[in-house]
């Protein structure tokens, strides 16, 4: 929102300028302090100040390859090529020069793809600032090996000779995880600087955030124009605390409620849900979660109702890849209608579409983080454990591909004998995977072993021993077929994967798979 985090906004863009100052700067903070929303203003500031922005917003919503190393180079990479010409020359040298430029080593890539084109852009004698932006290094896959021995290990140390490079700057943003910290010391040391994001005052922001999204519900709903009182707001903001998170969801939650708005906002203000974790910076976030959780459910609810509720938020916040209603439905065999109900209901806390195959996204890190720990998410009707949620998603994956998989499902004509389609064989496996095997399925192939293998041994029932059984004995070849034309997984990453698995199941499966081999 305009008029927010003003000063540090200002301090930041004056550090891009600034050609004598330091070239890595960490910004980290709490989840829900407004990381991301402070890089994509500094990102905005910037362009319009015509600098070369080169940004990529780490995140695990878009799945795997949405937070892998090999993903944030070439994104990099790619964008250096879309905003600059003589980065882009460089860059299409080298895709010329190494055709399968993916295999090469991260050295090789990074010097390749993000280093030559830099110096290609120094060269060039622009003269402007070229400012990197990394949001969200702890979504990485792998922030540790990013950070100490990955693509960032080989670029801060080169940032330093602006000789060669100009003046480049790194931006860089994550929670104040060890693993980063440690990683990120020798170098912040040295050649960066660190910013705090959760000890700088934010009342007076969150302050401005609250007053005007509550006046625009009040002209919305043609409230009183007195409301909200300014005790009530007051309370908000103590509430809130540091975290914009807090203040976002109160307001997602009050806009929610069409009828009654000022009742939503009575509601939370009177909520007095005790916290197990007194003084923790969280306490009125995961009250406000506790609240929109009781609410999506309303009182005297059956069990069954809350246990589909747990359910259903296992599945998105446990899940590799984003999933829509549709395939929530197809995995856990719950009607699609009631399952629609419940996710609109909890609107607070993810983003949902009127298609039921739109993925639900979840606003903010601090949910799945809320909800997967027993001492903040202390209604034990709605806490998820991480075990129980991958064995029903593993359940739910057995029961889609012992339903779905038949031989040949995509009818590939080179199973026939016939060959494919030689000048564009790449996109007709991709249309043909899309016509032929359904969202549910294709998750299912992909990312059956990984629930499977995060399965604690207490937690296995007998139920999908069975159907992991009638899997191996029926559909194996199928699926080991799909495998090969949704990749990019090869036989050496499923037996990594088995190596991982609960010895029930691992037992169970091969001596299943030695039956089928002899």
């Known amino acids: 929102m305009p008029d927010t985090r003003e000063e540090l906004l200002k301090d930041i863009t004056l550090w891009a300028n600034d050609s004598t100052a330091a070239c890595v700067l960490w910004l980290c903070g709490l989840a829900g302090t407004g990381k991301s929303t402070v890089s994509r203003s500094f990102a905005d500031r910037l362009a319009k100040a015509g600098k070369v922005v080169i940004s990529f917003f780490i995140s695990r919503r878009h799945g795997d390859q949405g937070s892998s190393l090999h993903t944030i180079i070439h994104t990099l990479a790619s964008e250096l090529a879309r905003v600059h010409e003589a980065a882009r020359t460089v860059i299409l040298q080298a895709l010329e020069s190494h055709s399968q430029i993916h ?4 050295d090789q890539q990074v010097n390749l793809l993000l280093l030559e084109p830099l110096k290609a852009i120094s060269a060039s004698g622009t003269g402007a600032a070229t400012v990197l932006i990394l949001d969200a290094l702890d979504e990485c896959d792998n922030p540790a090996a990013l950070v100490g021995d990955g693509c960032l290990a080989k670029l801060i140390p080169v940032l330093g000779d602006r000789a060669s490079l100009g003046n480049v700057k790194l ?14 010391r020798p170098f912040l040391d040295r050649l960066g600087q660190e910013v705090r994001l959760h000890e700088i005052p934010t009342t007076d922001d969150i302050r401005t955030y609250l007053s005007r999204s509550l006046s625009d519900i009040r002209q919305l709903r043609e409230l009183p124009s007195d409301w909200p009182s300014a005790a009530d707001l007051n309370s908000l903001v103590n509430r809130a ?11 997602r939650h009050i806009r929610e409620d069409e009828y009654a708005p000022h009742e939503r906002l009575a509601e939370i203000l009177s909520v007095q849900t005790t916290s197990s974790k007194d003084g923790s910076p969280y306490e009125e976030a995961d009250k406000l979660y506790l609240d929109v959780l009781s609410l999506s459910v309303g009182p005297k609810q059956p069990k069954s109702l809350t246990d589909r509720v747990r359910q259903i938020i296992a599945v998105v916040v446990l899940a590799r890849a984003p999933m829509s209603t549709r395939m929530i439905s197809d995995l856990l065999e719950i009607d699609h209608g009631t399952v629609r109900r419940i996710v609109t209901g909890l609107g607070a806390v993810w983003v949902t579409s009127a298609s039921e195959s739109e993925p639900i996204v979840v606003y903010h890190k601090s949910f799945p983080d809320f909800i997967l720990d027993i001492t903040r998410c202390t209604d034990q009707r709605f806490v ?13 994956c057995l029961h889609v591909l012992n339903s779905l998989l038949v031989r040949d499902i995509c009818k590939i004509p080179i199973l026939a004998g016939q060959e494919l389609p030689r000048h564009d064989s790449i996109n007709y496996i991709k249309a ?5 095997v359904p969202p549910a399925l294709h998750y299912s192939t992909v990312h059956l072993l990984h629930h499977l293998a995060e399965i604690a041994v207490g937690d296995i029932s007998q139920a999908l021993v069975n159907n992991l059984q009638v899997f191996c004995q029926e559909k194996l070849m199928f699926w080991l077929e799909l495998t090969c034309l949704v990749g990019p997984t ?3 990453d499923l037996i990594i994967q088995l190596t991982g698995f609960p010895a029930e199941i691992l037992v169970s499966t091969l001596s299943v798979l030695v039956g089928k081999c002899t």
């Open 103 to 106: 295999d090469l080593n991260l």
């Open 171 to 184: 931006f860089l943003t994550s929670r104040p995880l060890t693993t980063i910290d440690t990683a990120l």
């Open 241 to 251: 605390g540091s975290l914009f998170i807090y203040a976002a969801t109160v307001i």
């Open 384 to 396: 998820v454990d991480c075990s129980v949620g991958h064995e029903r998603l593993a359940a739910g």
């Open 432 to 436: 043909t995977l899309a016509h032929h």
């Open 490 to 492: 090869t036989l050496s």
